[in-house]
């Protein structure tokens, strides 16, 4: 069955640094991944979008990769705040029984000490 | 850039009664929104596809009679959890996409969530 892992525990992380989170999936054939930042009680917010076809992105202290022989992207975040403290998830976009469906992961905490 | 409004934000309700919550698309029309329900430490779990005018499609496991979902306008779709239990009581998310600009710089748009409890 179709799985997408990301690394649920916290990453800890001092301000200033790159925080690099991972988003491993199996079983799926992705035609785009997205990067979407949750915060408690909230919905998610976009972030990225990478199409199967791309390597990198980027977008301001932000850059998405994707390796579709992997079935590995990484997300980093430069010169990280404590306003980048949030859950970041890992989505996955394509078609399923003729529809656009987007599959979550279960999301990683990221903290950004001061 | 678009907006999606979810109301209400929280409720909380007696088991055996049913709750509606709404989602709206405020710039822009949605002809297909997704409704997700989220338990805390836990992934957003796709409940149903709603489509304007037409039948919602409900993922696998999910109870369409227990989860009614209308999608009656191209702005408005409203889910109503029926004869709510405890076991319900979850995140409720929706969101929908603005077919007028490039999902690739703005992706799907949510509503700010629905915190459900029933007691």
């Known amino acids: 069955s179709q799985k997408i892992e990301q690394n649920s525990e916290a990453l800890n992380i001092q301000e200033g640094k790159t925080a690099t989170l991972t988003c491993n999936y199996t079983?799926?054939?992705?035609?785009?991944l997205q990067w979407y930042r949750q915060d408690p009680g909230r919905g998610p917010v976009f972030l990225l979008l990478?199409?199967?076809?791309?390597k990198e992105k980027r977008k301001e202290r932000l850059k998405v990769t994707f390796d579709t022989t992997l079935k590995q992207s990484l997300f980093h975040i430069t010169a990280s705040q404590p306003a980048d403290s949030a859950t970041y998830l890992c989505?996955?976009?394509?078609?399923?029984?003729?529809?656009?469906?987007?599959?979550f992961g279960i999301g990683t905490k990221l903290q950004v000490i001061p | 850039g678009a907006v999606v409004s979810q109301h209400p934000s929280w409720v909380i309700c007696k088991s055996g009664t049913s709750v509606k919550i709404e989602c709206r698309s405020l710039?822009?029309?949605?002809?297909?929104m997704f409704w997700y329900r989220q338990f805390p430490k836990q992934s957003l779990m796709l409940m149903a596809t709603?489509?304007?005018?037409?039948?919602?499609?409900?993922e696998q496991g999910v109870e369409k009679d227990k989860f009614l979902i209308n999608h009656a306008s191209l702005t408005l779709s409203t889910l109503t959890v029926t004869s709510a239990h405890p076991e319900d009581s979850s995140f409720y998310i929706c969101?929908?996409?603005?077919?007028?600009?490039?999902?690739?710089?703005?992706?799907?748009?949510f509503g700010s969530g629905t915190r459900l409890t029933v007691v």
């Open positions: 990478i199409r199967e076809n791309e």
């Open positions: 709603s489509n304007e005018g037409s039948k919602a499609t409900y």
């Open positions: 969101s929908a996409r603005d077919r007028g600009q490039a999902i690739s710089n703005y992706g799907y748009t």
């Open positions: 079983n799926y054939s992705p035609a785009y």
């Open positions: 710039d822009f029309q949605a002809t297909t």
């Open positions: 989505a996955l976009g394509g078609y399923s029984g003729g529809y656009q469906k987007v599959t």
